[in-house]
Every structure is written in structure tokens, then in C-alpha cells.
């Protein structure tokens, strides 16, 4: 009886197409991969800027006015997963204080969140919602 020698196995050249194969996949879909992280964490800078809103209207029950001092009505400047920061208290659109306020905050480096295309949400007193992309605000957070 004869022997049949089988090797079982993969050659160089095979392992090469699979390893440059993955990298191909991997360079297209990294990119996208990150975006869609980012877009996702922009809910968090939403978030803070709706609890702020809320602690906002808060205040002016208890003293007849808005504040332009976070501290005073009790709103953390920074949001609850780090992602967004630098809230911001304004007066616009009306220019008192008293009357109205605009919130505004933006990207932390957290995880490179500041690369995003969105540089900036907003949300005002009249329930207006905005981002700053490119420099440019436009209505909505969507």
C-alpha cells in the first residue's frame, strides 16, 4: 500500500491576501467607525444642555429672573460623561438677563470629541436649538 503525503496548511502568498484584505477593510471602516462614536456622544452635550434649561426655569421661579452665573442655579458646567464642557450663559436673544438666556457648550478633547463637525450646541429661553458647524449656526440639533 502506498502512502499519500498531504500537507494541510496555507501558503505564504494566501496569508498575505487575507492580512492585506483585513487591512483594506480596516482603513475604510476605522473612519467611519469614529464618526459614528462621535455623533453618538452628542447626546450628552444635548443632555446637559436640557438639564441646565430646566434648572435655568427653576431658578426663575424661586427669584423672578434668570442668572448668568451656573453656580447660582445649581447647573454643572461640565457634562455628565465629560464629552462636552464650557457651558456658557447668555443673554441673548433679548440682551436681559432677567428676560431670557441662551446655553451654549462645546466638545472636550475626551476621546477626541473636539474633532467632530459640530463645534457647538445652543438651546435659548424661546426653546430655540442650534449647532455651530463650520462657523455657521443652523436651527437644530439634528
Same mark, same amino acid.
Given at each position: 500500500?502506498?502512502?499519500?503525503?498531504?500537507?494541510?496548511?496555507?501558503?505564504?502568498?494566501?496569508?498575505?491576501?487575507?492580512?492585506?484584505?483585513?487591512?483594506?477593510l480596516s482603513a475604510?471602516?476605522?473612519?467611519?467607525?469614529?464618526?459614528?462614536?462621535?455623533?453618538?456622544?452628542?447626546?450628552?452635550?444635548? @443632555?446637559?444642555?436640557?438639564?441646565?434649561?430646566?434648572?435655568?426655569?427653576?431658578?426663575?421661579?424661586?427669584?423672578?429672573?434668570?442668572?448668568?452665573?451656573?453656580?447660582?442655579?445649581?447647573?454643572?458646567? @461640565?457634562?455628565?460623561?465629560?464629552?462636552?464642557?464650557?457651558?456658557?450663559?447668555?443673554?441673548?436673544?433679548?440682551?436681559?438677563?432677567?428676560?431670557?438666556?441662551?446655553?451654549?457648550?462645546?466638545? %472636550? %478633547?475626551?476621546?477626541?470629541?473636539?474633532?467632530?463637525?459640530?463645534?457647538?450646541?445652543?438651546?435659548?429661553? %424661546?426653546?430655540?436649538?442650534?449647532?455651530?458647524?463650520?462657523?455657521?449656526?443652523?436651527?437644530?440639533?439634528?
Amino acid at each position: 500500500m502506498r502512502q499519500v503525503n498531504k500537507q494541510l496548511g496555507f501558503t505564504l502568498i494566501e496569508m498575505v491576501i487575507v492580512v492585506l484584505i483585513v487591512g483594506i477593510l480596516s482603513a475604510i471602516a476605522f473612519p467611519a467607525y469614529d464618526d459614528y462614536i462621535k455623533r453618538s456622544r452628542r447626546g450628552d452635550g444635548m @443632555d446637559t444642555l436640557m438639564d441646565a434649561a430646566q434648572r435655568m426655569e427653576v431658578f426663575r421661579g424661586r427669584t423672578a429672573s434668570y442668572t448668568n452665573t451656573a453656580a447660582l442655579a445649581g447647573i454643572d458646567t @461640565d457634562s455628565a460623561e465629560g464629552y462636552y464642557g464650557n457651558l456658557t450663559i447668555t443673554s441673548a436673544p433679548c440682551g436681559d438677563i432677567a428676560n431670557c438666556y441662551t446655553l451654549s457648550v462645546t466638545p %472636550t %478633547t475626551k476621546s477626541n470629541q473636539d474633532d467632530d463637525d459640530v463645534q457647538a450646541f445652543s438651546y435659548d429661553s %424661546t426653546g430655540l436649538k442650534q449647532r455651530l458647524i463650520g462657523g455657521v449656526w443652523t436651527n437644530s440639533w439634528q
